[in-house]
């Protein structure tokens, strides 16, 4: 998945990315003692944060005493290149991220963002995470979710198709089907 | 009597309007007549985000040559949008090498509110943004409109039902509600069902289509 020898060893990278928001939240939750334990327990090595709109900067580390090495960016072009390589990504509940990460088999968290004043998303990453395609999580709690979290038990997402929709405009108009 | 003839002339008129008004309210949502082998002129309303990735989806797989010209229209503030619908439009021209002209148009539209946004300051956004509306719509009359939320959406549609009930001209109105939807409409989805202003109206999860019937399902579009 991904995976680039590092002279030491594979590299895992998790990689967060809040997309054109501000989520301090979830960006303190990941520079946290807690979360950054969990994810070397789980064999990941590196920690990639995209902040987007946020103040709050985590802590760099080259991960010299053996933690993860953790560094962090703005915004990029690229997106979808860190998604690429990443080993985990763990993300903000943007469907545009959602269905990125997923279209690329990638083993997904979603962190809602609590303090948004009217959150539908967390409509669709908690009906994601019931029929087992992501997890979803609190910032608080992402910890844990990491720590009790089985990515070989998600089950790969099945793009969708807008042929449905595309017939029944055409039947009202009374174009022929093809 | 002059006040009499007024009077009458008035309540003739109004009853002209709720005649009107109810054969609109009978016809809208019903198939158009017959097999049609015609072009629609159709106007796509791209919200952001994921809803500008939702409909180019959708936009993919609809054929070119019913669906044509095209407008794309976007918030003046939003610049990806357009410029993602050009890529999708460039990329099926060069799929069909040079002979296919260029059917698309590309347009920006005023928002009535950016987020955050004071409620003072967004009433006199909002009478630009509605003038402003008016004026394309007058200029493009769409036969076909394909919209899915937010907001942009609304006063174009608002007065693509204006002109249903003038007579200046019949639209067929297409709102797909967003996957990120999955147990409660959005508000601009909720005004266009309860009004009856969507012709028809999709959602991409079964909750919403027990809830909301006259919606109908169509799966997930992402």
Same mark, same amino acid.
């Given at each position: 998945m991904g995976d680039a020898e590092d002279g030491v060893g594979p590299k895992r990278t998790v990689f967060v990315t809040v997309g054109t928001t501000c989520f301090d939240a979830l960006v303190r939750a990941v520079d946290t003692r807690e979360v950054q334990q969990e994810l070397s327990a789980r064999g990941y090595t590196d920690l990639v944060i995209q902040m987007g709109r946020g103040t709050y900067a985590p802590k760099k580390s080259?991960?010299?005493?053996? $933690?993860l090495v953790v560094d962090y960016f703005t915004? $990029?072009? $690229?997106?979808v290149d860190y998604l690429r390589s990443a080993s985990l990504v763990i993300s903000h509940a943007g469907s545009g991220s959602i269905f990125e990460t997923l279209r690329l088999g990638k083993p997904l968290i979603v962190v809602v963002n609590e303090d948004l004043m009217d959150n539908h998303q967390t409509e669709l990453a908690e009906e994601l995470a019931e029929r087992k395609h992501l997890y979803c999580a609190r910032p608080q709690a992402l910890y844990k979710t990491i720590a009790d979290m089985d990515v070989e038990s998600l089950l790969p997402y099945v793009s969708g198709d807008a042929a449905p929709v595309a017939k029944h405009i055409n039947r009202f108009l009374g174009f022929p089907d093809d | 009597m002059a006040v009499g003839s007024v009077v009458a002339a008035l309540t003739a008129l109004v009853l002209l309007i709720l005649i009107r008004f109810l054969y609109i309210l009978r016809w809208s949502g019903k198939p158009l007549h017959g097999k049609s082998w015609r072009t629609y002129s159709t106007l796509i309303v791209l919200g952001s985000g994921g809803h500008t990735a939702e409909m180019l989806n959708l936009l993919s797989v609809l054929q070119k040559d019913r669906f044509t010209p095209r407008f794309y229209i976007a918030a003046a503030?939003?610049?990806?949008s357009l410029q993602k619908a050009r890529m999708m439009e460039d990329s099926l021209i060069n799929a069909a090498g040079v002979k296919v002209e260029e059917t698309a148009k590309y347009l920006q539209i005023y928002r009535s509110r950016e987020v955050g946004q004071s409620y003072v300051t967004s009433v006199w956004t909002t009478l630009v943004a509605t003038a402003h509306a008016l004026y394309l719509m007058i200029q493009l009359r769409p036969e076909v409109i394909l919209c899915n939320g937010p907001g942009t959406c609304i006063p174009l549609c608002a007065i693509a039902f204006l002109f249903k009930v003038l007579g200046i001209r019949w639209s067929s109105i297409f709102y797909m509600e967003s996957i990120a939807r999955v147990k409660r409409l959005s508000l601009s989805g909720l005004l266009l069902y309860k009004l009856q202003v969507a012709d028809q109206f999709f959602v991409q999860w079964p909750e919403l289509q027990r809830k909301y019937p006259r919606a109908e399902y169509v799966g997930c579009l992402m």
């Open positions: 080259n991960g010299e005493d053996g $933690s915004f $990029s072009p $690229s997106i | 503030t939003d610049n990806m």
